[in-house]
């Protein structure tokens, strides 16, 4: 990029002003901004938006954005922090409430607490709180002014020397190759070495121009307003003014606010009804709140079964009627998060769609930094455009998937809730087998994961005292069950095949693949051919992107065993610019996942099972641990290599998907006099918490360094160079805070993830993992923690509205002298 890139931003709602406001504090000069609407009010989503924000989210990311906004608006004169109140009419919602107040507590969101129904009452007197169990209060929530916000940010923004194209449709995308080189309008082409597509729920059309699938949904979502109501007659000077907290009646789907002497309903319970853009044809000259593209026509029939329930909570709303209402057009995506970041196909292009007013200026400060920086401050692997796979961006896929988004906008979500539909689209070649065994299927990613074997539930009676958990409560009860205990009893103490066809695999090949990996790994590569490395992928920051396995088969092949589909983009953006430096450093970078797969054959007894099939030497002096090495079992042929996430003796063994149910069958019937079982990923998890395996994504991110993720062996920094070796060697080995092992005092209560840490009566970090520990038993969890906390010390973890002690231990719990995997 130019050291003073032309940068083109397309759209002028609350996303793109906010980032040409970002961009221009950060030092950017040649800006333009092009709104295909009239500047006053374009007409996409921002024009309508109700303006509810509500900080507190399951993500910690989501979270820092909305309390970035806040602060912004905040400095804009464009928010009012009136609070924000939830309400629980059921037991499920109410322990959600805890689990909320919990995230807000991790995440540093300040003074939210769950309080009582008299409580609520005081906070919302017009309430009928007869089935009001409870509600959540967060003082420094409160209501945007978006249309005001974006108005401020115009006119600094152009005072700062940014230039505004309004009424200017964008027609296409020029490039130069695959990189992007300015934008077509009506009036001529635009030049730029950057364009950001902030187009809302347009983005799908503007990406389309870019050879760019951006999987995003237009759905419709119904707001009403009320006649005058009585009691706010002359309460509010402001049209739009409000004293209440924002309210939400998520068991209903509705939400509620004041609007001056009127009242503004949403509702999320209805049909959902898919939008095409592209349908809406152009935006007007002049653009009202009666006549803009994002208002579709109101459809009483749909807001029936809502105004019933209004009136029910709110009974002063029986004395009034609906004025009017809109459907309003909001973006939806497949997972629900925001879309950021570099195009996979078009070197300059970049989106920063499905984003709502509550995380607007958050995420434009993370696109800034990206633009300026390469990097955000925040971790956005959940954010990523490129997170999703080819199959999730089909128009089928993401029309299903978004639509459930919407139908459980405000639903009580379990961290392991399944989607219906679509399912069994991505399988691996033991699927029959698996079934016949009663797997329990989990889907991630598209993939059928088996949690657990039914046909396990037969060894329950065998199962040692000493390894049974305690009963769990509902919560964590659910899409759980005790045979896990089984499975990891049965792989600790025999053998166990885990189907691990779904770890992405990546085949990194050419001239050039040995410098490429030299470059952007932590470990060393220039191993013998059959060596096998744990290690990391870091930005300049020294931040941690990926954590993979790297496999040396050829001097010039490599498999890599990746996270995700970020990481394919990642390397092939990387492999682009090597050849561009030095054309004769070729490579090839292919995502092998769909044509093989794998098998991990863990416990004391698997090299008994492997002896059985191959006159291939299996030993440990053979084949030691980490490394590999091609062989035939049964005359299948595979590749052997020696890691085990479970920490046991064992391999993953892969081979090509024609041979996968054979290789299944042979293992299986070779394992039966070693009392061999299939297991799921309960136990995995379990087994790879008691040796101390990182996840990435959850105990360690782009917001964390190796040696505060307590991976500091994974950096050799003997290497001369590699990304990210700077700022370590600037920022030394003695983090402020690790990533440490906990194991919780009573015994039982098994979390689940993201609960806040209490060190000495504060808050001061965050479970990360966590699983009931079979071989230790005892529940164990992760979090990141101020490095003075000592093993032996005694912590505090809230879970669901009570605190309980853990104790910090030290890790790994089980093997920690690695005999068991390495005999």
């Known amino acids: 990029m130019a050291s003073h890139p032309r940068i083109v931003v397309i759209g002028a709602g609350i996303v793109g002003t906010n980032l040409a406001d970002e961009l221009v504090s950060r030092g950017h000069t040649d800006i333009t901004v092009i709104e295909q609407g009239p500047l006053d009010l374009p007409g996409g989503s921002t024009s309508h938006a109700p303006g509810l924000v509500f900080q507190t ?142 187009a809302g729920f347009w983005g799908v059309e503007v990406g389309a121009m870019a050879d760019t699938a951006v999987p995003l949904l237009p759905l419709a979502h119904q707001f009403a307003w009320t006649t005058p109501v009585p009691h706010l007659d002359g309460v509010h000077a402001h049209p739009r003014g409000a004293t209440l907290p924002i309210l939400r009646h998520q068991d209903q789907d509705l939400y509620y606010r004041e609007w001056g002497d009127h009242y503004g309903i949403g509702s999320y319970r209805h049909r959902p009804m898919p939008v095409r853009a592209a349908d809406l044809g152009p935006t007007p000259a002049h653009v009202d709140d009666a006549n803009m593209p994002s208002s579709l026509t109101f459809t009483p029939e749909d807001f029936a079964g809502p105004w019933e329930e209004s009136r029910k909570l709110l009974p002063f709303l029986r004395d009034v009627e609906i004025d009017h209402g809109i459907n309003g057009i909001m973006s939806f995506t497949p997972d629900g998060g925001p879309l950021m970041g570099q195009s996979r196909h078009l070197d300059g292009f970049w989106v920063a769609e499905a984003v709502w007013v509550t995380h607007s200026a958050g995420v434009a400060r993370a696109m800034a930094e990206l633009l300026t920086t390469g990097r955000s401050e925040l971790d956005l692997s959940h954010c990523d455009i490129n997170r999703f796979d080819e199959f999730q961006l089909s128009p089928q896929y993401v029309e299903s998937t978004a639509s459930r988004q919407f139908v459980e906008v405000y639903d009580v979500l379990h961290p392991h809730q399944q989607r219906e539909e679509p399912r069994e689209l991505r399988v691996s070649p033991f699927h029959d087998r698996q079934q016949e065994l009663g797997a329990v299927f989990l889907e991630h990613g598209g993939w059928e994961r088996a949690h657990w074997y039914e046909s396990n539930g037969a060894l329950l009676p065998d199962l040692p005292e000493e390894w049974r958990e305690p009963e769990r409560d509902a919560w964590t009860a659910m899409f759980h069950s005790p045979i896990a205990a089984v499975e990891a009893w049965r792989t600790r103490t025999a053998v166990a095949l885990y189907d ?217 920094m003997t290497k001369p160079e590699f990304r990210g070796r700077a700022a370590l060697e600037a920022k030394g080995t003695e983090p402020a805070t690790r990533l440490r092992c906990l194991t919780v005092d009573d015994g039982r209560t098994v979390l689940m993830g993201k609960e806040p840490v209490f060190v000495d009566g504060t808050a001061a970090g965050y479970v990360t993992s966590a699983a009931y520990g079979y071989t230790v038993g005892r529940p164990v969890a992760y979090a990141h923690l101020p490095s003075s906390v000592a093993e032996g010390d005694t912590v505090e973890v809230e879970y669901t509205g009570r605190r309980i002690t853990a104790t910090v231990v030290a890790e790994p719990l089980v093997d920690p002298e690695m005999t068991r995997i390495r005999r």
């Open 57 to 198: 989210n399951p993500d910690r990311t989501m979270t820092r954005f909305a309390q970035y906004t806040i602060d912004k608006l905040l400095s804009l004169d464009a928010f009012d922090q009136v609070g924000g109140l939830e309400l629980a009419t059921t037991p499920e919602r109410l322990d959600d409430l805890h689990r909320k107040a919990g995230y807000a507590q991790s995440w540093g969101v300040p003074d939210a607490r769950v309080i009582g129904p008299e409580e609520c009452l005081e906070l919302y007197p017009h309430l009928d709180v007869s089935d009001v169990l409870g509600g959540f209060h967060t003082p420094t929530d409160g209501l945007a002014f978006a249309t005001k916000a974006v108005d401020a940010l115009v006119a600094r923004t152009r005072a700062a020397g940014v230039t505004y194209l309004d009424r200017t449709p964008v027609t296409g995308i020029v490039r130069e190759g695959r990189r992007i080189t300015g934008v077509e309008t009506p009036n001529g082409v635009v030049e730029a070495d950057v364009v950001v597509s902030c």
């Open 500 to 716: 691990m066809t779904q770890l992405r695999r990546l085949e990194v090949s050419g001239p050039g693949a040995l410098t490429l990996l030299e470059r952007l790994t932590t470990g060393k590569m220039a191993k013998s051919v059959g060596a096998v490395t744990y290690t990391l992928f870091l930005d300049e920051a020294g931040g941690i992107t990926s954590d993979v396995t790297v496999a040396r088969l050829g001097e010039d092949l490599f498999q890599i065993g990746a996270n995700g589909a970020v990481d394919t983009v990642y390397l092939e953006r990387e492999a682009a610019a090597l050849r561009a430096e030095d054309p004769t450093q070729v490579v090839t970078i292919r995502d092998t996942t769909g044509g093989t797969c794998c098998i991990g054959l863990w416990g004391p007894l698997a090299r008994d099972v492997v002896e059985k099939l191959t006159e291939d030497d299996f030993s440990h002096e053979g084949l030691g641990y980490f490394r590999g090495r091609s062989a035939f079992l049964g005359g299948i042929p595979v590749t052997a290599l020696r890691l085990s996430y479970v920490g046991e003796l064992g391999w993953e063994i892969y081979t090509s998907a024609e041979h996968g149910r054979k290789l299944w069958d042979l293992l299986w019937e070779a394992g039966q006099e070693f009392g061999i079982i299939a297991a799921g990923r309960a136990a995995f998890n379990s087994l790879r918490l008691e040796k101390g395996y990182r996840s990435f994504g959850a105990d360690m991110t782009s917001e964390h360094d190796p040696y505060e993720a307590s991976i500091g062996f994974a950096v050799k």
